[in-house]
Structures are given as structure tokens and as C-alpha cells.
């Protein structure tokens, strides 16, 4: 069974960078696509971005310019960093897996990141 | 990017009733659309791929239909324990989701 499990600081200041990463048991991040999604208290879910175990990314137009998901192919990890943060990133950050046959089918628990002084 | 919009944002339902949520893309994606369940402090789950592809363990009165631009989950008898947020995700370009429907039972 495929668990994936987001870790990371809880409290960014705004304009500092937020980092989070995802690792993935019971299943190699060597297949399939791996994502990060975030869902601001109380509202809808926002997609980050997502790569593919070649290693090319995709982003979201709107945070292209912050963001980057890199991986770690031999911890099974792979990580988020978005820069510049305001308090409009506050969210649940959640990692899941994309299997090109089917939508997003295995999800972390999600991680609140709050941006605060 | 392509745009998703859910409708309706909000339903109250009686058990045992039929819920039909519509989601609408800003331009043809296929059949690149997904349906997830979210509960309160939960993930999402996966409920239907494909438009209409079932998953293995989602209970069948879960349903789904469409192709293009127009889109429908149905729910075939509710019950109690699928009060949740329903949301729409296409992969056609890029990822989006819909805003969301909630599902409250009355």
C-alpha cells in the first residue's frame, strides 16, 4: 500500500521561503507523476505543481514563479519550496500521486503551513 | 488555463435521495476528468477517473458521466455518511479543480 507523508515547518515569516517534502512509502517514486496541492483554510483545492519521474516539472501559471518541486530519487522524497510567502499561502499542503491510467489516487494527510511574523 | 465550474456550491439532501453535481470546463478536456470526496479534516479521495471510470472500493451508487466541456457526478440513494465536499479536477492541460459542491444531509 502506497503512503505518502508531508513534513516541514508549520509557521514561515512572510517573505521568507516555505520548504515541505514528501515521502512516499510502499511504492517507488520512480514511476508516476508526484504532486503538491494546497487547500487555504475554509476554500477549494489550489494545484502547485507536479513532476514526473523524469524528473520535468509542471506548475501552476500563477506560482510558477515561486515555486519548485525537485526530487530525491534515493530517499523516496521529493520536496516543494515556494519563496517570497505572504499570508495568502497560508494552507494545508498536501503531496499525492498521479498514475497517468487514473486522477490523483494516493494522498499525504495534508500539513498546515501558516506565514505569520 | 482551463477553468472548472461546479454547480451547484451548495446542496441539502434527504438519505436516500438522488444528488446530481454538474462541473463545466471553460474548454473541451475529453474525458480528462476526475471526482474526489473530501470530508471535514480529511484528504481528498478518489471517486471516479476518466469521467466515468469507476474506482475499486468506492461504493457503486457513485457515478459519473460527460465528455467535452460538460460533466456530472451522480450519488444514486444517499446516504448519511457521503455528506462531504465534492470537487472536479481535469489533466487535459495543466491541472485545475472546481470550487467545490457540499453535500449536506438534512
Known amino acids: 500500500q502506497v503512503q505518502l507523508q508531508e513534513s516541514g515547518p508549520g509557521l514561515v515569516k512572510p517573505s521568507e521561503t516555505l520548504s515541505l517534502t514528501c515521502t512516499v512509502s510502499g511504492g517507488s517514486i520512480s514511476s508516476h507523476y508526484w504532486s503538491w496541492i494546497r487547500q487555504p483554510p475554509g476554500k477549494g483545492l489550489e494545484w502547485i505543481g507536479y513532476?514526473?519521474?523524469?524528473?520535468?516539472?509542471t506548475y501552476n501559471p500563477s506560482l510558477k514563479s515561486r515555486v519548485t518541486i525537485s526530487m530525491n530519487t534515493p530517499k523516496n522524497q521529493y520536496s516543494l519550496r515556494v519563496t517570497s510567502v505572504t499570508a495568502a499561502d497560508t494552507a494545508v499542503y498536501y503531496c499525492?500521486?498521479?498514475?497517468?491510467?487514473?486522477?490523483?489516487?494516493?494522498w499525504g494527510p495534508g500539513t498546515l503551513v501558516t506565514v505569520s511574523s | 488555463e482551463i477553468v472548472m465550474t461546479q454547480s451547484p456550491d451548495f446542496q441539502s439532501v434527504t438519505p436516500k435521495e438522488k444528488v446530481t453535481i454538474t462541473c463545466r470546463a471553460s474548454?473541451?478536456?475529453?474525458?480528462?476528468l476526475h471526482w474526489y470526496q473530501q470530508k471535514p479534516g480529511q484528504s481528498p479521495k478518489l471517486l471516479i477517473k476518466f469521467a466515468s471510470q469507476s474506482i475499486s472500493g468506492v461504493p457503486s451508487r457513485f457515478s459519473g458521466s460527460g465528455s467535452g466541456t460538460d460533466f456530472t457526478l451522480t450519488i444514486n440513494s444517499l446516504e448519511a455518511e457521503d455528506a462531504a465536499t465534492y470537487y472536479c479536477?481535469?489533466?487535459?492541460?495543466?491541472?485545475?479543480f472546481g470550487q467545490g459542491t457540499k453535500v449536506e444531509i438534512k
Open positions: 479536477h481535469q489533466s487535459s492541460s495543466g491541472w485545475t
Open positions: 474548454q473541451s478536456i475529453g474525458s480528462s
Open positions: 513532476i514526473h519521474y523524469s524528473e520535468s516539472t
Open positions: 499525492a500521486r498521479r498514475d497517468i491510467n487514473s486522477g490523483l489516487d494516493y
